[in-house]
């Protein structure tokens, strides 16, 4: 199953290869957000204390987003007929599912990256120690890993590439905007709080901005409860969650496909 994953790990990358508008896609979208957000909204909320607070939301919401790439992948897979064409191979049905995630996670890996240099453009700065700031892209990454095979499901679930690609971004917006990504939780009105606070999202972002030492704007009230006080701890649990829901979720659902 390993090696079979490697090749469709390299199959996938390659595609993205060919068709570089996808590695576009994957880095000039969360660029856009950051300056968006570091100067439009920056300068309301308090200008480079927000920018610093800002970009570990940044980080979780790309890597959320990735899981729509999965989505689309799958889906376009399936309705090509390559599924099809795997299949009559001697070869690991979860390879081609695993090699997906794998490749997507390499995506989000170069996102990341990408971004941080266009953070320290912007005035974001590590302020933590060096294992913290490893600390903090590990769980970035665990957490988009998680999420891709929550969308993996999504695809293998979806009809055509056209269902994939208005489906594998509608339940994002939600996901990520009800946190605190972006704004403080406990600044949501009525039972928005308590979503936000508890949503994954928001502890990923949370941790991340402890290990990265970047403290939130005067005006952002102080977050507080179990998971402000547990981010580091509950981000990890929360993707081990996700990723023991959506694995098997996934592969049964390719199972299924991949039988018709």
């Known amino acids: 199953m390993l090696n079979d994953s490697i090749v469709m790990v390299g199959r996938n990358l390659t595609t993205i290869k060919r068709v570089p508008t996808l590695l ?3 880095t000039l979208q969360p660029l856009m957000f950051v300056f968006l957000f570091a100067y439009v909204f920056g300068a309301t909320f308090g200008g480079g204390a927000y ?6 939301g940044i980080f979780t919401q790309t890597v959320a987003f990735n899981a729509a790439f999965t989505t689309v992948g799958l889906a376009s897979d399936l309705q090509e007929g390559i599924v099809d064409r795997l299949r009559s191979l001697p070869m690991s049905r979860m390879a081609v599912i695993l090699g997906r995630t794998a490749s997507d996670l390499v995506l989000s890996v170069i996102s990341v990256f990408v971004m941080s240099i ?19 892209y590990a769980i970035i990454l665990l957490f988009g890993f998680a999420m891709s095979w929550t969308g993996a499901w999504v695809g293998l679930l979806s009809k055509n590439v056209e269902v994939a690609q208005s489906f594998g971004f509608a339940w994002l917006f939600p996901v990520t905007f009800l946190s605190s990504a972006f704004v403080s939780a406990q600044s949501l009105p009525g039972p928005l709080k308590p979503i936000a606070e508890w949503n994954p999202v928001t502890a990923v972002a949370t ?11 005067a005006l952002f009230p102080t977050p507080t409860g179990w998971v402000a006080e547990h981010a580091t701890l509950y981000s ?5 969650v996700i990723l023991a829901i959506f694995v098997p979720l996934a592969t049964l659902q390719y199972r299924k496909v991949a039988s018709r």
């Open 51 to 56: 920018r610093e607070y800002l970009m570990a």
């Open 24 to 26: 576009a896609t994957a």
């Open 236 to 240: 990890i649990v929360s993707s081990l």
């Open 207 to 217: 941790s991340c901005r402890e290990l990265f030492g970047n403290k939130a704007p």
């Open 118 to 136: 266009c953070g320290l453009i912007v005035g974001w700065r590590i302020r933590g120690s060096f294992l913290d700031a490893l600390l903090a």
